[in-house]
């Protein structure tokens, strides 16, 4: 009879336990409301990305069979920057990166260099 009170006692405590002590969450954020701005900003900046402020990398410049396989080789190779075909007569061309600063696509092209030795920096015209 003791070890048959004991169970039931354990079992009681640990219900209780279960449904007296549970919690209930509630999540608040708080965010400053020039987030929303500054996000809208970013988007209208990279919405323009032959922006004359802007520089680029340019990877190839030749027939179009070859700007397609630049093109794959480099998103291959180099993820992080998007490269994008052009078109100028007589050549087609490939074109990589959105960097804000001169710097920052120094950096870029350091690297781009090990792989396409012919890549230079440059700013398109509107």
């Known amino acids: 009879m003791n070890l048959k009170n004991s169970f039931l006692s ?3 405590i640990v219900l209780s336990f279960t449904f007296g002590y549970s919690q209930e969450g509630k999540v608040t954020i708080n ?3 020039r987030i929303k701005e ?5 988007k209208e900046m990279n919405r323009n990305e032959t922006d004359s402020k ?7 410049s030749g027939n ?6 630049a093109q794959k080789d480099f998103a291959d190779t180099f993820a992080q920057w998007r490269p994008v075909m052009h078109y100028e007569t007589p050549n ?6 959105n960097f804000s600063t001169r710097l920052e696509a120094d950096r870029a092209l350091k690297k781009i260099k090990r792989k396409f030795p ?3 920096i440059f700013k398109p015209k509107k």
């Open 10 to 12: 354990v079992i009681l």
């Open 31 to 33: 965010q400053d409301d």
């Open 38 to 42: 500054l996000l809208e900003l970013k």
């Open 54 to 60: 802007r520089y680029k990398i340019q990877v190839y």
């Open 64 to 69: 179009r069979g070859g700007a397609q396989d």
């Open 92 to 97: 087609f061309k490939v074109w990589a990166g």
């Open 118 to 120: 012919a890549a230079f």
